[in-house]
C-alpha cells in the first residue's frame, strides 16, 4: 500500500513557474507508474502526465506537452511535477497517483492509490 502527500502548489501569475512534489509512504514505490492529474471546478479530472516505474518513459497529456516535465527519485519516494509556462487554465486541484508497475495509460480508474492534492491558482 502507498500513501501519497502532495505539496508545492500556490498561486503564480500566467508565464510562471511552479513545482509540485508528492511523497510516497512504503517500500515498494519504485514498484509504481506514478502519474499526475488535474481537476478544475465544473470539469473531469484531467491526465497530465505518468512516469514509468524507473523513471525510463515519460508519458504526458496533450495540453501540458512541452511545459511541464514529469521526474521521480525512487531512493527519495518522490515524483515532482515542474510547470513551466504555466497559464490561467492551468489552474485546477493537482493529484498524484500510483498504478502498477507496467500501467501506461491516462484512465483515472486504473491508479489505484491517490493523494489529497493541492491547489494550482495561475492568474492573466
Known amino acids: 500500500q502507498v500513501q501519497l502527500v502532495e505539496s508545492g502548489g500556490g498561486s503564480v501569475q500566467a508565464g510562471g513557474s511552479l513545482r509540485l512534489s508528492c511523497a510516497a509512504s512504503g517500500r515498494t514505490f519504485s514498484s509504481y507508474a506514478m502519474g499526475w492529474f488535474r481537476q478544475a471546478p465544473g470539469k473531469e479530472r484531467e491526465f497530465v502526465a505518468l512516469?514509468?516505474?524507473?523513471?525510463?518513459?515519460?508519458y504526458y497529456g496533450a495540453s501540458v506537452k512541452g511545459r511541464f516535465t514529469i521526474s521521480r527519485d525512487n531512493a527519495k519516494n518522490t515524483v515532482d511535477l515542474q510547470m513551466n509556462s504555466l497559464k490561467p487554465e492551468d489552474t485546477a486541484v493537482y493529484y498524484c497517483?500510483?498504478?502498477?508497475?507496467?500501467?501506461?495509460?491516462?484512465?483515472?480508474?486504473?491508479?489505484?492509490?491517490w493523494g489529497q492534492g493541492t491547489q494550482v491558482t495561475v492568474s492573466s
Open positions: 512516469i514509468s516505474w524507473s523513471g525510463g518513459s515519460t
Open positions: 497517483a500510483a498504478a502498477a508497475a507496467y500501467y501506461r495509460g491516462t484512465d483515472s480508474r486504473n491508479y489505484d492509490y
